[in-house]
């Protein structure tokens, strides 16, 4: 059975770091694609960043110098740390794994940008 098990996500002031974590089972880990997306209420899922295979990572504008994502394959685990967060921010955050052949997601877990 795979699972995607997000945490990390709460309420923060602006300014503020939070850290994601993604912790995956059930896969060949090293072998996926890993990436963040969020949603707000009524807007699509945003793809926010991505680490490859082989640790390349890739990130959107609207968050490029601000989040870095990671990934430590020893422990199954993506991670996102989210420096000089702002309101724009708020969103449920996903953790998607990313094959070929199958792409699977974590339940989100919710980011709050909020003084």
């Known amino acids: 059975q795979v699972q995607l098990v997000e945490s990390g996500g709460g309420l923060v002031q602006p300014g503020g770091s939070l850290r994601l974590s993604c912790a995956a089972s059930?896969?060949?880990?090293?072998?996926?694609?890993m990436n963040w997306y969020r949603q707000t209420p009524g807007k699509q899922r945003e793809l926010v960043a991505t680490i490859t295979r082989g640790l390349t990572t890739n990130y959107a504008d609207s968050v490029q110098g601000r989040f870095t994502i990671s990934r430590d394959n020893t422990k199954n685990t993506v991670y996102l740390q989210m420096n000089s967060l702002k309101p724009e921010d708020t969103a449920v955050y996903y953790c998607n794994a990313q094959s070929w052949a199958n792409n699977y997601w974590g339940q989100g877990t919710q980011v709050t940008v909020s003084s």
């Open positions: 059930g896969i060949s880990f090293r072998m996926y694609v």
